[in-house]
């Protein structure tokens, strides 16, 4: 079956740290360009970090530039999104979502722009809620 799975959501404390995974079967990460998005309530889905295929370039969401860092590991096919000093404004649903490397022109035009349903595959989701 091919599909994205996230996990590592929960509830965090202010302050706090969580590690988001991203582990894809059925297919291989290595030529897809990964993007972490979120969703709060009542708020559109933010593209927040973004890694490439090839040369692993990045882009990192204002938001979240200095707290979050995303990082690939293509032996074990999972893609992680470390996220440091967490904020209530940071609970949301977190996504993430694959599209073929070649596809995109920047990780910032793909995090910012591209359609979501422009992207090849997609997971179901994990909730990070920071709160006290």
């Known amino acids: 079956q091919v599909q994205l799975v996230e996990s590592g959501g929960g509830l965090v404390q202010p302050g706090g740290s969580l590690r988001l995974s991203c582990a894809a079967s059925?297919?291989?990460?290595?030529?897809?360009?990964i993007g972490w998005f979120r969703q709060a309530p009542g708020k559109e889905r933010e593209g927040v970090s973004c890694i490439s295929s090839s040369d692993g370039s990045t882009y990192y969401a204002d938001s979240v530039k200095g707290r979050f860092t995303i990082s690939r590991d293509n032996a074990k096919n999972t893609v992680y999104l470390q996220m440091n000093s967490l904020k209530p404004e940071d609970t949301a649903v977190y996504y993430c979502?694959?599209?073929?490397?070649?596809?995109?022109?920047?990780?910032?035009?793909?995090?910012?722009?591209?359609?979501?349903?422009?992207?090849?595959?997609w997971g179901q989701g994990t909730q990070v809620t920071v709160s006290s």
């Open positions: 979502a694959a599209v073929g490397g070649e596809r995109i022109t920047t990780v910032q035009a793909m995090c910012e722009t591209l359609p979501w349903d422009e992207y090849d595959y």
């Open positions: 059925g297919f291989t990460l290595d030529y897809y360009a």
